[in-house]
């Protein structure tokens, strides 16, 4: 199937510092990939969605100037923390999606996630 | 607003025994459901996608159910392993073209050995 990685795996930061998580995918091309946040035994919560070429759509709630996303290519999507703090830590992950008319289909295909600790 | 709960949110089963998780979701205008598997600070694994008009998939020792107008799907593991033990997620994509997939909390399997 389908590869997608993120990284880092892991990163610990100090409070005001930003951090960029990068997400790629490996074996295909990806004109939509999606930021999901996970808290503990919680389920995955839709931060944004990254289109190519164009500006992230995000979800009620999210904002966009703290969580700065760029889709500069069809392989790549970056998330940027920016001024982290501690109620920031959570384990990010990201998804990507073939389109189908380049013989994708509807499964969304998921990163292996970043866990992200603000000190 | 579509929700997705899943039941139970945590199992414990001896290793063979066959088992079910549900899923239920409120709005029934889904265009397909998909099972996931999540191992502990790790990502998402697809397991199976079952489209709208589908009734049913499986993959291996595993098969998923959807009956679409009763908001309900299942996913039934046989003869569980050790291996399985894991938090499964459940996630419909609803009609209207938004791509946004709306998850389950998830049932956290433990097959013991």
């Known amino acids: 199937g389908a590869v997608v990685s993120q990284h880092p795996s892991r990163v610990i930061c100090k409070s005001g510092t930003s951090v960029k998580i990068e997400c790629r995918s490996l074996?295909?091309?990806?004109?939509?990939m999606f930021w999901y946040r996970q808290f503990p035994k919680q389920s995955l919560m839709l931060m944004a969605t990254?289109?190519?070429?164009?500006?992230?759509?995000?979800e009620q709630g999210v904002e966009k100037d703290k969580f700065l996303i760029n889709h500069a290519s069809l392989t790549l999507s970056t998330l940027t923390v920016t001024s982290a703090h501690p109620e920031d830590s959570s384990f990010y992950i990201c998804?990507?999606?073939?389109?189908?008319?380049?013989?994708?289909?509807?499964?969304?295909?998921f990163g292996p996630g970043t866990r992200l600790l603000v000190l | 607003k579509q929700e997705v709960t899943q039941i139970p949110a945590a199992l414990s089963v001896p290793e063979g025994e066959n088992l079910v998780l549900n899923c239920s979701f409120t709005?029934?205008?889904?265009?397909?459901l998909q099972w996931f598997r999540q191992d502990p600070g790790k990502g998402l694994t697809s397991l199976l996608l079952?489209?709208?008009?589908?009734r049913e998939q499986t993959s291996g020792r595993l098969n998923a159910s959807l009956d679409k107008s009763s908001g309900r799907s299942t996913l039934y593991i046989a003869a569980s392993q050790p291996g399985d033990s894991a938090t499964y997620l459940c996630?419909?994509?609803?009609?209207?073209?938004?791509?946004?997939?709306?998850f389950g909390k998830g049932t956290k399997l433990t097959v013991n050995p």
């Open positions: 998804s990507a999606r073939a389109p189908v008319w380049s013989g994708g289909s509807e499964t969304q295909y």
């Open positions: 074996d295909f091309q990806a004109t939509t």
């Open positions: 990254s289109n190519e070429g164009s500006k992230a759509t995000y």
């Open positions: 709005d029934s205008a889904i265009y397909n």
């Open positions: 079952i489209q709208s008009s589908q």
């Open positions: 996630a419909v994509l609803p009609q209207g073209g938004s791509e946004k997939l709306v």
